[in-house]
């Protein structure tokens, strides 16, 4: 079991550029969620989903931030037009199911905004 | 104001020394409680749960729970070089698909 693949490991953007991050959740566990982290705000619950159904997106940023599952297999976060404070290190976990149990974490994605 | 307060936000222990952590909920709702870590470069890793008042051990760690004060605390004993991290209180309601992370202590054992 490989755990919870993130690529790519470190994105560099210039401002106002597009990025996409990529999350492959455990197999078999039907819970996936995006966090964001950085030093003054701490780890920032984004996004969640259940059986590849978004079920609650109130931590996303409305305006540039999106996310989908399209399968089972991976989950994708999107920042469009990223600005300085975008930059943060992004981290996917996912569980069996939510809160209850143990959230498996992977290694995350430095984003750097120029 | 943050739902999950940790402190301190530091904290230095000379190896086998006893490290202590505390966090303080401020939502009644929570009922389950999560400690995890995370080393620099890599992703939190859960440490352990605990759902029920009174203690839990897992070999060198043990957590605190008192859910009338909303308080959990997690205690290493004979803290190791590799203990050093940040180590993180979380916590779920009844509800409980969303996990409310604290902003965590860094723990530092000095060899």
């Given at each position: 079991?490989?755990?919870?693949?993130?690529?790519?490991?470190?994105?560099?953007?210039g401002?106002?550029?597009?990025a996409?991050?990529?999350?492959?959740?455990?197999?078999?566990h039907?819970?996936?969620f995006?966090y964001?982290?950085?030093?003054?705000?701490?780890?920032e619950f984004?996004?969640?989903?259940?059986?590849?159904?978004?079920?609650?997106?109130?931590?996303?940023?409305?305006?540039?931030?999106?996310?989908?599952?399209?399968?089972?297999?991976?989950?994708?976060?999107?920042i469009?037009?990223?600005?300085?404070?975008?930059?943060?290190?992004?981290?996917?976990?996912?569980?069996?199911?939510?809160?209850?149990?143990?959230q498996?974490?992977?290694?995350?994605?430095?984003?750097?905004v120029? | 104001?943050?739902?999950v307060?940790?402190s301190p936000?530091?904290?230095?222990?000379?190896e086998?020394?006893?490290?202590?952590?505390n966090?303080?909920s401020?939502?009644?709702?929570?009922?389950?409680?999560?400690?995890?870590?995370?080393?620099?470069?890599e992703?939190p890793k859960?440490?352990?749960?605990i759902?029920s008042?009174?203690d839990?051990?897992?070999?060198r760690?043990?957590a605190?729970?008192?859910k009338?004060?909303?308080?959990?605390?997690?205690?290493?004993?004979?803290?190791?070089?590799?203990?050093?991290?940040?180590?993180?209180?979380?916590?779920s309601?009844t509800n409980?698909?969303?996990?409310i992370?604290?902003?965590?202590?860094?723990?530092?054992?000095l060899p």
């Amino acid at each position: 079991n490989a755990g919870v693949i993130q690529t790519p490991r470190h994105k560099v953007t210039g401002k106002g550029q597009e990025a996409t991050l990529w999350c492959e959740p455990i197999s078999g566990h039907s819970a996936v969620f995006w966090y964001r982290q950085t030093i003054v705000q701490g780890l920032e619950f984004l996004t969640y989903f259940r059986n590849q159904a978004p079920i609650d997106d109130s931590g996303m940023p409305k305006e540039r931030f999106s996310a989908q599952m399209p399968n089972q297999s991976h989950s994708t976060l999107k920042i469009q037009s990223t600005q300085p404070q975008d930059s943060a290190v992004y981290l996917c976990a996912s569980s069996l199911e939510g809160g209850r149990l143990e959230q498996y974490f992977g290694p995350g994605t430095r984003l750097t905004v120029l | 104001q943050q739902k999950v307060q940790q402190s301190p936000e530091s904290l230095s222990v000379p190896e086998g020394g006893m490290a202590s952590l505390n966090c303080t909920s401020s939502d009644r709702n929570f009922q389950y409680f999560w400690w995890y870590r995370q080393h620099s470069g890599e992703g939190p890793k859960a440490l352990m749960s605990i759902f029920s008042d009174g203690d839990k051990k897992e070999g060198r760690f043990t957590a605190h729970l008192n859910k009338a004060s909303l308080h959990v605390s997690l205690h290493i004993r004979d803290s190791q070089p590799s203990d050093s991290a940040l180590y993180f209180c979380a916590a779920s309601d009844t509800n409980a698909y969303k996990v409310i992370f604290g902003k965590g202590t860094h723990l530092h054992v000095l060899p």
